[in-house]
Structures are given as structure tokens and as C-alpha cells.
T-cell receptor, first 115, second 114 residues
Framework: KAGVTQTPRYLIKTRGQQVTLSCSPISGHRSVSWYQQTPGQGLQFLFEYFSETQRNKGNFPGRFSGRQFSNSRSEMNVSTLELGDSALYLC??????????????FGSGTQLSVL | AQSVAQPEDQVNVAEGNPLTVKCTYSVSGNPYLFWYVQYPNRGLQFLLK??????LVKGSYGFEAEFNKSQTSFHLKKPSALVSDSALYFC????????????FGKGTRLHILP
């Protein structure tokens, strides 16, 4: 069974540009969540999707947006990039949020560098 | 609002000694509590989870965690540390009563000294 796949693995952008990150969950998983990982802040929650609906959203500005498609694949978009957006962006999938057997499976992440 | 705190940025333990990585949480309702581990150059992996019932939860690689409702803590433990346990450990919580998101602590770096 293939794991969670995130593309691209690395991205270098300049301030003001926009970027789209992609996440393909484990087959059969319908829940996808996104996190931003930085050395000082740990893992900060961005979004959670289930069956194409955004269930929860973290405390990030409106420049950060996301969506989930009917095949459960998810994309995250960041517009008007700032230097502080440089981070590792992690995607995680699970069968269903809040399920008794809930367990997040993480991808390897997309390392975004904003110059 | 729910929150989770890991008071130690780094913990150093000699190989063979018991280890504890601390975590405290705050939720309005009932929590699901998790521990995840991030080994160098590898993705985050699930270690264990508390839902309800027995306060001592056993997980992967010989780790266990103790749920303490009165102290709102969920400390990660292992009786005898291995050098290979050196990694970054994250505690996480989901307030299941409020159907809330899973949030993570800032992480604790565990160094096992040979």
C-alpha cells in the first residue's frame, strides 16, 4: 500500500509569488490535514478536509488556502509569499477524523524556501 | 480552545536508563491524545494513542504513555532507553467532544547518550 505522497519535495520561490503544494493520501483514506513545521514553532495546524469539505482551519492568514478533490487528493495554495512562509509543509491522511482507530499517516513533506 | 504543551525542548538520557518526555494538555471536552516521533530524515510516525479506559497505553518500540486526568498530562515513557530512540517527539490532542482538529506540541528532542 503506497504511503502519503507529497509533491514537490522541494520548492524555491521569491517573495510575492504563489505556490501550490499537492498531497495524495493513502488509498481509501478520506481525511487530509496540513501542517506547517518550523524549528521554533513545531507543527502548526493549517487545515483539515474530509470528503471534500473543510472541517477545521488553523490561525493562518487568508493567503493560505486549500481544497480536497473527489478522489481525496488535496492541494494547498499560498499566495503572495513572505519570507516567514519558509517551512516544511506536511500533509497527513487518515480514514476519518475522530474515529476510534484514527491515526495520522504523514508524507515526507514539501520544503518551501522563500527568498 | 484546546492546547498542548511540551515543557522541555530537549531531554538527555543515558542509554539503558528510563526516559520520560512530558506533555500536558488543555481541552474543554474529552481528549484523544497521541504521541508521534520524527526520526532524522524520516517522516512523522505514530507511536501510540489514548482514547479511553486504561490510563497506561502501550505503543510501538517499547514506548508507553500514562494518562493522568487530574493533572491533564500524558507523559511518554520507556523503561530502558536505546541510542536509536534519539529523535524528535510530538504530543498531540484532539478534543473529540467538540469535533475539533488535532493540534501538536512544539516537540521535544530526545538525545540518548551511549
Amino acid at each position: 500500500k503506497a504511503g502519503v505522497t507529497q509533491t514537490p519535495r522541494y520548492l524555491i520561490k521569491t517573495r510575492g509569488q504563489q505556490v501550490t503544494l499537492s498531497c495524495s493520501p493513502i488509498s481509501g483514506h478520506r481525511s487530509v490535514s496540513w501542517y506547517q513545521q518550523t524549528p521554533g514553532q513545531g507543527l502548526q495546524f493549517l487545515f483539515e478536509y474530509f470528503s471534500e469539505t473543510q472541517r477545521n482551519k488553523g490561525n493562518f492568514p487568508g493567503r493560505f488556502s486549500g481544497r480536497q478533490f473527489s478522489n481525496s487528493r488535496s492541494e494547498m495554495n499560498v499566495s503572495t509569499l513572505e519570507l516567514g512562509d519558509s517551512a516544511l509543509y506536511l500533509c497527513a491522511s487518515s480514514s476519518a477524523p475522530g474515529a476510534l482507530n484514527e491515526k495520522l499517516f504523514f508524507g515526507s513533506g514539501t520544503q518551501l524556501s522563500v527568498l | 480552545a484546546q492546547s498542548v504543551a511540551q515543557p522541555e525542548d530537549q531531554v538527555n538520557v543515558a542509554e539503558g536508563n528510563p526516559l520520560t518526555v512530558k506533555c500536558t494538555y488543555s481541552v474543554s471536552g474529552n481528549p484523544y491524545l497521541f504521541w508521534y516521533v520524527q526520526y532524522p530524515n524520516r517522516g512523522l510516525q505514530f507511536l501510540l494513542k489514548y482514547i479511553t479506559g486504561d490510563n497506561l497505553v502501550k505503543g510501538s518500540y517499547g514506548f508507553e504513555a500514562e494518562f493522568n486526568k487530574s493533572q491533564t498530562s500524558f507523559h511518554l515513557k520507556k523503561p530502558s532507553a536505546l541510542v536509536s530512540d534519539s529523535a524528535l517527539y510530538f504530543c498531540a490532542v484532539r478534543d473529540i467532544s467538540r469535533d475539533d482538529k488535532i493540534i501538536f506540541g512544539k516537540g521535544t528532542r530526545l538525545h540518548i547518550l551511549p
